[in-house]
């Protein structure tokens, strides 16, 4: 592995594309680690209309703190981190099949 595959790719770099790939994994990451708090607020919403305020506040509240908790930047940080370094083995991965390709053509 080269020395420029070993640096991080800094976060800013990310089209915006990217970013809303990274925030779309975020969102899903939080929802899977407050799956049952989320359900518990959709129980509590079932049937309901304008008593929701008041009545689910306990649910809703665990809720918003849930997914609060999961949306912070650390945790964005560590998605995005998994996505570049995806992102690069997809890269690693075509040059080098790009390159097999030439040196095929190369033989014929």
């Known amino acids: 592995m080269s020395e420029a595959d070993r640096k991080p790719v800094p976060l800013w770099m990310l089209s915006p594309k990217d970013e809303g790939e990274i925030n779309e994994r975020q ?3 939080a929802r899977a680690k407050c799956k049952d708090v989320l359900m518990a ?18 649910e809703t509240d665990e809720m918003m703190e849930c997914m609060l908790h999961y949306m912070q930047p650390a945790f964005r940080e560590h998605i995005a981190n998994e996505f570049i370094e995806e992102k690069k083995q997809l890269i690693l991965k075509t040059r080098q099949e ?11």
């Not at 607020?41 to 306990?58: H, P, Q, Y």
């Not at 390159?99 to 033989?107: C, D, I, S, V």
């Open 27 to 29: 969102g899903k990451f």
């Open 41 to 58: 607020f959709t129980e509590c919403n079932r049937g309901r209309l304008l008593s929701t305020s008041w009545a689910c506040r306990k």
């Open 98 to 108: 790009n390159t097999e390709l030439q040196n095929r053509a190369q033989r014929i």
